[in-house]
Structures are given as structure tokens and as C-alpha cells.
């Protein structure tokens, strides 16, 4: 393997001590870590030796630990599990984050919809968004990612890297797929759009990473 | 139901749900399917909350009268014999009966998966990072959302606590009138000392209608004030009032800017 050819050439690593290195990593960013960011700093091994770590490491945090190692936005991370939000409180004074229903459903709408614009926020909402869209915008959960070629130049929304943060998605084809309606007829189906997770190539061309404006397609 | 603008507070809901959710309220209350037969049974109810709202002067969305007139249509070809029209099916608004329900299936599939990212685990809720500070949240000013609870099951416990009382008991006595802002004095007062109130409690002994109103909207203008939580621990169980501000300055400051502001501005004018 490509790995062994490099070991040669410096201090070797034992498979516990990339484990190591590895955790040690992920401890320190306070970001998602990419696994190309972690090769490039163990660049002595190769990328399947981190992924196996990676993986490893996942395991040893899996069963009775306090943190776990998840998929998050692209990258690794550590985080708290779920079931000990209730002693975390008692220590750390954070805000809760609870968004609005509205807020959720407008979040929702843009996550599974997106690139759209308000009005066709609006449309499957059947009530004016300005507000609660402004908030998402805010809160760095929604972004702009462009305008639409036609009078006025509607402005496109899109969910933000933030946003797979929050709610701790690995990526948009990670959301959950909606439900469809039992109680329609198959032509009613076929009236509805149906929702369906992004594909690769969709994902491509509305990247959630970025600041704003993806214009220029 | 008019309100002379004028003589009149009006609270601004601004994350306010729309007639869809409203229709999927009350669909799920009554244990109905979305289907044509059943919105026309459910007319009345939604006419009823709609009103409810105009009586509480409450920012209505034009839409929500557009659904209102869309139902009546669809009552009352349900009484006639059916006459085929086609003309309001091509209507890409809520006014036909057949886009209304379109609409209605469209909606409730993002209100299904707003409920899904709901039941995620949550960043700074249910699972935290070292440091444990979300800085985007850390540089909002705005506060956590403080009404927990749909508008419409609010309204629906203010609909039951008005029906209880009495329409209008001889003459409505003139120096009953209290603000808006001194109401939300009082509530304050109240909720200071006992921390967390079931939402009835703060109508108890209230007999004028104008009362009840008055309450109603001092308790959602606290709410969009971050003065207290509304909250439900489970569904059709009792409604809760918490106060939200721990030291007794906090809020206080809140109350009596918003009492000075009102001196300036407006008066409640008693019965609507």
C-alpha cells in the first residue's frame, strides 16, 4: 500500500498512535474536521489508514462514553451524547436554540426545496414568511445562494453548512425523505411534487459551503 | 367585528401560522381526513377561530379570509346539487376547493418534515461541542421563541374561557377599563411570586369580556416580550404561563417602559 511506501521515509506510527493523533485532532478543532484536513496533517499516512482509524475511533467512542464521533457537514466531530443534554445544562448556562414552529417549517421548506424563493416559500406555507425567513437568515441556518434570471430578480434561498451543523447532518442527502400522502390517488400524486433528496449532481451545483451570492452558474 | 383602530392594541404575532395550518389543526382535532367532505365539516370551526381573531384584533393575513370564503363555497356546493363547473379548478390560488386541498397535502408534507428536524439532536440542545457557545446565537440579540405552543390551541382555551363568560352582565361599568400595559403589570406581579401559572389561573374572578380579552392579549404580548414562556407538556394537557425573567430590575424595566409608551400612545377602550 501507498501507506507503507511513506512509513519508510519517517517516524513510524503505530496503528493506536495515528488512533491517537486522530482523536487528538478532532479534539482541538472546533469545527467539523474534513478528512482531507486530517491527511494533510498525516500526510505520513495514507488516507485509508486515517479512514480506518477514523472508523476505529468511532467504535471506541460508541458503547458508555460521554462524547461520540460523528459525521457532521463533511467533516468529523465530537460531540456530547444526546442523552446527557440534561447534566450539560445544569453546567454550561447555553440559550436553547429552539427555533418557532414557523421558523421550523420555513427551514424545512428551504432544506428539502432549495434554490427557492420566498414566494414559493410562501406558497406552500400559505402565509407571509418575510419575518421568520429574516430570523433563519440570522441565525446563519439559511443563506442566499442567488437570484433568479426573470423581472425582479427573486432572491434563491438555500440552507447553509450551519445548518448541517444544527441539526447534525453529514450532508443535504442525509435528510430524512418526506413521507407522501396515503390518501391520494395516484393522478393527485403525480400533481404534487415529490420530494426527493438532492442527487450528487444538484448537490454540486447548490453547495452549501460559501459565503453568499452563488451567482454566475 | 370591528375594532375602531384608534381604541384598540394590536398585537403583532410575527411568526404567525397560516390558514393551512390552521385547517390541519383542526383536521387533526376532529380525527378527520384532508378531503373535500371533511374541510366543509370543519368550516364552521375554522369561522370560529377567524373570528375569535378579529375579536382579539389580532394581525389576520388577508389569506386566511380567502380560505374562509373557499370553504363557504365548498359548504355550499355540498348542499346543491352538484352542477359540474370547472371553471375554479384552474385557479392557482387558495380560492379553489381543489388547489385548497392540493395546497393543504403540499404543506402538511413540510410540516411533517419540520416535526422530523424537530426530533433531530440538536446542536446546544441535546448535544453540545467543547466550549459549548454557539457564537451566531451568542451575537443574536433576539430570544428563543417563548410561545411553545400552536397559536391556535392558545386560542382555543381563550375561546373556552370566554364562552364561560358572561356576554354582558347589565351594564358594562366604565371604571373597569384597565390597559393593556397595566394588565401586563399585574401578570407580571403575579408571575413574579409564584414563578409558573396554569394559563386559567390568571382568569379566575375575571368577569367582563373586555377583561378576558385584555388578559389574552397581555399574555401573548409578554410572550413576543421574552417576559414569560407558554408551554404545554403534552398535547390538550393544561397551558402553562413560566416567568422568564429571574432578577425582579429585568423585567420590570421591560413593563414600566412599555406602561410609559402607552401613556403616550393608546388606551384600550373597553368592550370591542
Known amino acids: 500500500m501507498e501507506a507503507e511506501k511513506l512509513e519508510e521515509t519517517v517516524p513510524q506510527l503505530s496503528g493506536d498512535e495515528i488512533k491517537a493523533v486522530v482523536e487528538s485532532l478532532l479534539f482541538v478543532s472546533d469545527k467539523p474536521l474534513p478528512l482531507s484536513a486530517i491527511t494533510d496533517v498525516l500526510a505520513e499516512v495514507g488516507k485509508e489508514t486515517v479512514k480506518e482509524a477514523l472508523a476505529k475511533l468511532k467504535e471506541d467512542y460508541a458503547f458508555r462514553r460521554g462524547v461520540m464521533l460523528e459525521e457532521i457537514a463533511g467533516g468529523y466531530q465530537l460531540r456530547t451524547h444526546p442523552a446527557h443534554a440534561p447534566w450539560i445544562k445544569r453546567l454550561v448556562k447555553v440559550r436553547p436554540v429552539r427555533l418557532s414552529q414557523a421558523a421550523l417549517e420555513v427551514l424545512a421548506i428551504v432544506a428539502y426545496r432549495q434554490p427557492i424563493t420566498r414566494a414559493g416559500i410562501e406558497h406552500i406555507r400559505g402565509v407571509d414568511c418575510g419575518g421568520t425567513l429574516r430570523g433563519l437568515l440570522e441565525r446563519q441556518l439559511v443563506r442566499i445562494i442567488g437570484k433568479v434570471e426573470e423581472p425582479g430578480r427573486p432572491i434563491l434561498y438555500g440552507t447553509s453548512k450551519h445548518f448541517l451543523e444544527a441539526f447534525g447532518l453529514k450532508e443535504l ?8 400522502f396515503q ?4 393522478e393527485e400524486s ?12 444538484e448537490m454540486a451545483d447548490h453547495p452549501v459551503e460559501g459565503d453568499f451570492m452563488g451567482e454566475g452558474e | 367585528m370591528f375594532v375602531e383602530p384608534s381604541a384598540s392594541y394590536r398585537v403583532k404575532l410575527e411568526h404567525f401560522e397560516g390558514p393551512l395550518d390552521l385547517l390541519l389543526y383542526l383536521i387533526k382535532k376532529n380525527e378527520l381526513d384532508i ?3 371533511s374541510l366543509t365539516r370543519i368550516a364552521d370551526q375554522y369561522l370560529h377561530y377567524v373570528n375569535t381573531m378579529e375579536l382579539l384584533n389580532l394581525e389576520i393575513a388577508g389569506e386566511f379570509i380567502l380560505v374562509a370564503a373557499t370553504l363557504m363555497l365548498m359548504k355550499s356546493r355540498a348542499l346543491l346539487p352538484s352542477e359540474a363547473s370547472d371553471l375554479t ?5 387558495l380560492e379553489s376547493p381543489a388547489e385548497l386541498i392540493r395546497r393543504l397535502l403540499l404543506y402538511k408534507k413540510y410540516k411533517d418534515g419540520a416535526l422530523q428536524l424537530r426530533e433531530r439532536n440538536t446542536l446546544f440542545d441535546k448535544v453540545f461541542l467543547r466550549g459549548s457557545e454557539d457564537p451566531i446565537l451568542a451575537s443574536l440579540k433576539e430570544a428563543a421563541p417563548t410561545l411553545e405552543l400552536s397559536i391556535f ?3 382555543e382555551a381563550f375561546q373556552k ?7 354582558s352582565t347589565v351594564h358594562e361599568i366604565q371604571g373597569e377599563n384597565i390597559t393593556l400595559g397595566q394588565r401586563i403589570k399585574q401578570i407580571y406581579t403575579q408571575l413574579q411570586a409564584a414563578k409558573d401559572l396554569p394559563f386559567e389561573a390568571l382568569f379566575a374572578g375575571v368577569k367582563s369580556r373586555s377583561l378576558v380579552v385584555v388578559t389574552f392579549l397581555a399574555i401573548l404580548e409578554m410572550s413576543r416580550l421574552a417576559l414569560l414562556r407558554i408551554y404545554q407538556n403534552e398535547s390538550f394537557k393544561t397551558i402553562h404561563l413560566e416567568s422568564l425573567t429571574q432578577t425582579q430590575g429585568e423585567g420590570y424595566d421591560r413593563v414600566q417602559g412599555l406602561l410609559a409608551e402607552e401613556e403616550k400612545n393608546f388606551t384600550y377602550g373597553g368592550d370591542t
Do not use: G, N, W
Open chain 2, 153 to 155: 390551541v392558545l386560542l
Open chain 1, 183 to 186: 390518501e391520494l390517488t395516484p
Open chain 2, 161 to 167: 374561557i370566554l364562552q364561560k363568560t358572561p356576554l
Open chain 2, 35 to 37: 378531503c373535500e367532505v
Open chain 2, 89 to 93: 379548478e384552474e385557479e392557482d390560488d
Open chain 1, 190 to 201: 403525480a400533481q404534487l411534487q415529490i420530494i426527493r433528496p438532492l442527487s450528487d449532481e
Open chain 1, 173 to 180: 442527502a442525509d435528510l430524512p425523505t418526506l413521507k407522501e
